[in-house]
């Protein structure tokens, strides 16, 4: 019987079976199922694959490159947002090339269900010039991975496969294929490549550039790009990843009428784009994301308009697609969908009941009369909906660790009683450096850490945080007197309120933690957590 | 054969249970299965919805068109009427008649029942309260099944192999119960009374 799999999950028991040695990543939706179903396989523990979490994307990446770089294959997990972090090594790890397989997994999330923008990791696989994958569905999803390592072994390169929320959270049955082993530690021929002072960076990055009549070719004559030229010439759609789905469901049972390009692998296969493009009179373009592919065909002035896409407004350009866009792009009507009654009202997502947050919200809204209206800095995490009504306390949320820092300008800038809100597991993501900008210069701002010791957002991960904080600011330079421990409850209230007053007159780097474990955590698991602490402290 | 059925309610409700049965049963059957669910922020309390789509050849969209959906399952009767731009000219509404209340300006509940009862096809039952009555409110979900199950192409007895493999690791009164409350649910539904608030 096939197996139900996520998308996310056919990925994973992919890696597993193409001969995978680790697993390197940082929690975030729509990513987070690939490397949880690699913890969770019994496979991977008996095969000693490495799976625990690393404290962001950029130490996980960096650290699948070290396992690459030992001759092993490895994979690191992200969110799109996720790749801006780790950008630094993934660009330059183009340059250098890798040793043993490695595979970027970056799942984007259109129509934003679980983050801040809708940024298009393609661009970043375009810009590092690296061969980008994109299975359009879940048996796809498991094939490509064995071929993903293949590529990035022959190529020496790293290799990024893209996934998008609605594949990434889809189930289908899976046919699952023999397992093949894992490399033996072997180190590269030649390390120079991978120290990249300008002398040996510029030799890497011209074998680099060279590398792409290669990757072209490898894309002109994959299986994942399929060309069906069909008799009917008015219509040939150019379908990339996911959006193949969208097109089949629409045309399904008329295939005769069009001729399609499955695009499932970059660089964009341009012989076989050139005799569709030749082959038709109108080409439309279907992707998820950014008009990437669009853009490459569109003549500067769109003078003939033979291209249709987002750039056409035939697709909108916000948000993801679904069949209905589709189909009315390849000009199928449907009518008289009904219309969802007025009495309707949204459900917006909101802080479970019992959370830690809402308390330290509560008792940071007291305080907002005497220090005024929109000084709270947010950060990413489930207290950003602390943003939302009835709460309305945080004033800000951009990138994990921009709490600390934005505060700290605004600070700079003159404001007083700036508060950064930040958790645990983003403080130790992202905030720990900002906040020591802060202690360099003393700056008057008062940093909350909300720590319910867990990556709670995305399914209450480990967070790395745990029972580390305190001697983390420490050791930053957070003065001791200045360092507080809380507990987020009702009947701490007013002794809250009268702390965190207390530092926000004080004119220098104040640090409050805010301690109380999710409620969403098992007993067991807290009285772990209650372990971990005693253990450290 | 294609059926397309929206599962939703709101997050922490339990809608992935009823999809994880269907999915189990469907691929039983040797038939083809794609459901596409919501996972991060909105399992927060917000919104949530399933797209199930069961069929005997292959299945290429994730999500199911508006105008398509042949039912529309629901734990929560304001969530049911979200989806209606799903539903299909002749498709069916189920729901528990119990709203979840965690938003002030949540609609009067008269008024729920009075859209989804000008629908033809409709079935309102209180599987809460069927499912305490069993003993444990959570089997609501396997009521509600129950009630969809002559509607859905795929046997009972498939249904019934899934719902015994999905709870296996829990104990023997966990599974009678859901057996149970999945058979009552498919009772009421065969009597179909009207639903009187």
């Known amino acids: 019987m096939k197996s139900l799999l996520l998308g996310n999950e056919a990925l994973a028991q992919g890696a597993i079976d193409s001969g995978l040695s680790g697993v390197y990543a940082y929690p975030g939706t729509p990513s987070t199922e690939v490397t949880e179903y690699i913890q969770k396989s019994k496979t991977a523990k008996s095969l000693g694959i490495h799976t625990t979490w690393s404290v962001n994307e950029k130490t996980a990446m960096e650290a699948a490159l070290g396992m690459s770089y030992a001759g092993k294959r490895a994979m690191v997990v992200m969110k799109h947002v996720g790749l801006n972090v780790a950008s630094d090594v993934f660009m330059n790890m183009a340059v250098s090339g890798v040793n043993g397989g490695l595979v970027v997994v970056v799942a984007d999330d259109p129509s934003m269900h679980s983050s801040q923008n809708e940024q298009d990791s393609r661009f970043y696989g375009k810009f590092a010039m690296v061969p980008i994958l994109e299975p359009s569905n879940q048996q796809e999803a498991y094939n490509i991975m064995h071929y993903a390592f293949d590529i990035s072994e022959e190529y020496k390169l790293p290799v990024l496969v893209r996934m998008v929320t609605r594949l990434s959270h889809s189930r289908a049955g899976v046919i699952i294929k023999e397992r093949r082993a894992q490399n033996g530690i072997q180190l590269p021929v030649d390390t120079n490549r991978f120290a990249l002072i300008p002398l040996n960076a510029k030799k890497q990055f011209e074998k680099l550039v060279k590398k792409k009549s290669v990757l072209l070719e490898s894309s002109e004559k994959s299986r994942f790009n399929k060309l069906k030229l069909k008799e009917d010439c008015s219509l040939g759609i150019i379908a990339c990843g996911i959006a193949y789905n ?107 009941e019992g959370c830690g947050h809402t308390d ?84 008057p701002i008062t940093v909350i850490i909300s720590d319910n010791s867990a990556i709670a957002m995305t399914g209450a991960q480990d967070s790395t945080a745990v029972g580390r904080l305190k001697d983390i600011c420490l050791g930053i330079g957070v003065d001791l007197d200045h360092l507080k421990m809380i507990v987020p409850l009702k009947k701490n209230h007013k002794e809250n309120v009268n702390i965190l007053r207390n530092e926000l007159n004080y004119k220098g780097v104040s640090v409050i933690i805010s301690q109380r474990p999710c409620v969403r955590l098992s007993r067991d698991k807290k009285e772990e957590i209650k372990l971990k602490i005693a253990s450290l402290n | 054969m294609n059926y397309n059925l929206i599962l939703s309610g709101v997050g922490g409700q339990g809608i992935l249970t009823i999809a994880a049965v269907l999915d189990t049963a469907t691929l039983q059957q040797n038939l083809f299965v794609k459901q596409s669910e919501v996972h991060g922020m909105s399992q927060r309390g917000g919104a949530v919805q399933c797209h199930v789509r069961i069929s005997d050849k292959e299945i290429y969209s994730d999500l199911i068109p508006q105008g398509k959906a ?128």
Not at chain 1, 313 to 342: T, Y
Request: aromatic content about 8%; charged content about 20%; proline content about 5%.
């Open chain 1, 360 to 443: 330290l919200f509560n008792a940071i809204n007291e305080l907002i009369p005497e220090i005024g209206n929109k000084k709270v800095f947010g950060d990413i995490g489930c207290y950003a909906l602390g943003a939302l009504p009835p709460l309305n306390t945080i004033n800000t949320l951009i990138d994990m660790g921009a709490s600390i820092t934005m505060a700290k300008g605004a600070a700079d800038a003159g404001l007083e009683n700036a508060i950064a809100v930040i958790g645990d597991s983003t403080f130790t993501h992202s905030g720990m450096t900002g906040l020591l900008d802060a202690v360099y210069e003393n700056t």
């Open chain 2, 70 to 197: 042949d039912m529309i399952l629901s734990v929560e009767p304001m969530e049911l009427l979200r989806y209606l731009p799903y539903l299909a000219n002749k498709g069916w509404l189920i729901t528990d008649s119990n709203p979840f209340i965690n938003i002030s300006n949540y609609p009067e509940k008269k008024e729920l029942y009075e859209q989804i009862k000008s629908h033809p096809n409709h079935i309102i039952i209180n599987a809460t309260a069927v499912a305490k009555k069993l003993g444990n409110t959570k089997a609501a979900n396997m009521v509600l099944l129950g009630a969809a199950s002559t509607l859905i192409p795929i046997s009972e007895e498939s249904i019934l192999t899934a719902i015994k493999k999905l709870f296996q690791n829990k104990s023997e009164r966990v599974i009678n119960l859901n057996i149970e409350a999945f058979q009552t649910g498919k009772k009421l539904a065969k009597e179909n009374t009207d639903f009187v608030y």
């Open chain 1, 246 to 352: 969208y097109v089949m469901e629409n045309i399904s049972g008329n295939e005769e009428f069009y001729s399609i390009l499955k695009v499932s692998q970059y660089p964009i296969p341009k012989e076989k784009v050139k005799k569709l493009y030749k082959h038709c009179d109108k080409i439309l373009v279907v992707e998820e994301g950014y008009p990437i592919v669009e853009e490459l065909l569109h003549n500067y002035f769109d003078e003939n308009g033979k291209i249709k896409g987002k750039l056409s407004d035939d697709i909108p350009l916000v948000g993801e697609l679904n069949p209905n866009s589709v189909g009315k792009a390849i000009g199928f009507f449907h009518n008289g969908a009904q219309e969802i009654p007025e009495i309707v009202s949204n459900r917006p997502p909101q802080l479970c």
